[in-house]
């Protein structure tokens, strides 16, 4: 009989642990999910800010070259007119759509300026999140060492993981450092009476 009770107790061990491996499998498979899906949203938005960048300093270029062409006209019908008498004052028409077109080309720079200064398309947040994760992991991992498992054996790593993944939100962060009982995924079920 007692015989008995030390197998169907091994058993409900067994099958807590398969429940708690079950739950941080689909958890870590969720959270690897997350994080790729935070570093595409990323890299898009990089890539993105960088074309439009690009773009900007494109047109910008476009409105430069234009004023070029446009001042130095205006130079030479300038110079015409201080040369000769009968050139009139069409240079002045010139002059002013050269400064539109330096003003512009001065508002295009700028902008791609803003547009460029993110950088490479790192994913950044992405990589402090999985840093982050790294670290609770790890730290999991050092508040178990010592601690024992089922009959007085060492703490099995299906444990050290589920413990972190309680770290993973501040809510159960919380309630794991207030609370002095052990988790439902760390205690066997109740044995149910026989009928």
Sequence with gaps: ??????????????????????????????????????????????????????????????????????????????????????AGNIWLGFAIVAAALLVLTGAAFLFAWRKLKVGAPTPKMAIAEAKKISDTVRNGKSELNGKSGLNGGPVPAVATTTQTTAVATPAQTTAVANSAQPTAAATPAEPKAAS
């Design 1 to 86: 009989m007692a015989a008995n009770r030390m197998f169907n107790n091994h058993n409900r061990g067994n099958e807590t642990l398969a429940a708690a491996v079950t739950d941080v499998s689909e958890r870590v498979t969720t959270l690897i999910r997350e994080e790729i899906e935070l570093a595409k949203a990323e890299t898009v938005a990089k890539v993105s800010s960088l074309a439009r960048g690009l773009i900007a300093i494109a047109i910008g270029s476009v409105f430069g070259v234009f004023a070029l062409v446009v001042t130095l006209s205006a130079i030479a019908w300038g110079l015409d007119a201080i040369l000769t008498s009968d």
